[in-house]
């Protein structure tokens, strides 16, 4: 089967882990991506050898890469005559005027978080609604502690059934490098229900989901505490196995030092993964505990990563190429190197 072509709008934080996932997909072929700027982040994949081709939303800002030798293939058009879907990681509000374009093309695409829902056919998860995304030619991701909480809460509602959630989220309030969020020092709160608990009933309509979120001053991960009403009475050791058997989901232990976020993050540098990047929602093995039937749980959201596996679930729904979901998922988990029982 023909490779699917792929094209990735907006190189920041989230664009260049989607090229990177891409570019991995055995089936996929990344055919470029698009920025506006020579920022850092196309400097660093310049001078790391150049390994995609970038076009230019504005070609008459050529002159500033030309005078860096950052190599320039061609404009965003010419890029969307190429690609059969596009994945749009722009800042919020950027991809819906980028949508009509998408159109002209006649090109699918797959939207971020930071869009309003309206800009897509169906708002998607892997694991969660993969056969609403199939064929379909808009879709957009659920943000990234959506995402982590969606694949908790589906493992739990495939074993179990789940009536609802209560979540309380520590959200890290910049990603790494992030300067012009300021130097802070205070918990911001929001009212509840936050978008996250709102979100989810949108995928998985059959929860009733509450929560209150809390900004921090990190950067490394946001943590989410979750209340869970069970349809029926399941055993922490029921609870491991399944997170244990899911690919995106590790189970770690205080005991053995995960004792934070960022020992989480520093792992994931050891490992040797680019950017110390984990796909993987972390769950606390200790931070598992029950008031009666209830459910109480803590996962850690990466969240400049853990979007990637969902949004490439995204392109195999809308491309038709897997219309069975495991086999979808499963498929992205192999080239992404997600396994089971770590
Ligand atoms: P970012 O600011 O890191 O990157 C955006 C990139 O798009 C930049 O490289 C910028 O130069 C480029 N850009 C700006 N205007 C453009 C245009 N008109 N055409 C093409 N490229 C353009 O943003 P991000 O954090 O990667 O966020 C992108 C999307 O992902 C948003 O919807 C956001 O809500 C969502 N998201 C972010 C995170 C996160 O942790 N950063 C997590 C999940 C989802």
């Known amino acids: 089967m023909a490779k699917v072509k792929v094209g990735v709008v907006g190189y920041g934080t989230i664009g260049q882990r989607l090229a990177d996932g891409v570019a991995l997909q055995g089936d996929m072929e990344l055919r470029g991506i698009v920025d506006v700027a020579p920022t850092l982040a196309l400097r660093a994949l310049y001078e790391s050898g150049m390994p995609y081709d970038l076009f230019l939303v504005d070609p008459a800002r050529k002159p500033a890469f030309d005078a860096i030798g950052i190599p320039v293939s061609g404009s965003m058009e010419e890029l969307l005559a190429q690609v059969d879907v596009v994945l749009d990681a722009t800042p ?135 209340v869970l009403t069970p349809k029926k009475a399941v055993s922490k050791a029921a609870l491991l196995e399944t997170f244990r058997a899911h690919p995106r989901i590790r189970v770690v232990r205080i005991a053995d030092g995960f004792n934070s976020n960022a020992s989480l993050f520093k792992y994931a540098r050891d490992l040797g993964n680019k950017r110390g990047d984990m796909y993987e929602i972390a769950v606390w093995e200790e931070c598992i505990g029950f008031s009666g039937e209830d459910i109480l749980f803590a996962i850690n959201i990466p969240q400049e990563a853990v979007t990637i596996p969902e949004t490439i679930d995204g392109v195999r729904a809308c491309m038709r190429t897997q219309t069975d979901r495991l086999e979808a998922v499963g498929m992205t988990n192999k080239y992404l190197g997600l396994k089971a029982d770590r």
Do not use: W
């Not at 918990?187 to 996250?196: D, G, I, R, S, W």
């Open 92 to 226: 919020g509000g950027i991809g819906a005027k980028n949508k009509e374009l998408y159109k002209k093309y006649g090109l699918k695409a797959i939207f971020q978080g930071g869009e309003k829902n309206e800009i897509a056919d169906v708002f998607f998860h892997g694991y969660a609604n993969y056969e609403k995304g199939l064929g379909q030619d808009f879709l957009k991701l659920t943000s990234c502690n959506t995402t982590g909480l969606i694949r908790a809460v589906d493992a739990i509602d495939r074993l179990v059934g789940v009536e609802k959630i209560a979540i309380t989220i520590i959200r890290r309030v910049a990603d790494p490098g992030d300067t012009h969020r300021g130097l802070v020092d205070l918990l911001m709160v929001e009212a509840v229900p936050n978008h996250q608990a709102v979100d989810l009933m949108t995928i998985m309509p059959h929860v009733d989901a509450t929560g209150f979120l809390v900004h921090t001053p990190i950067t490394h991960g946001h943590i989410i505490s979750i």
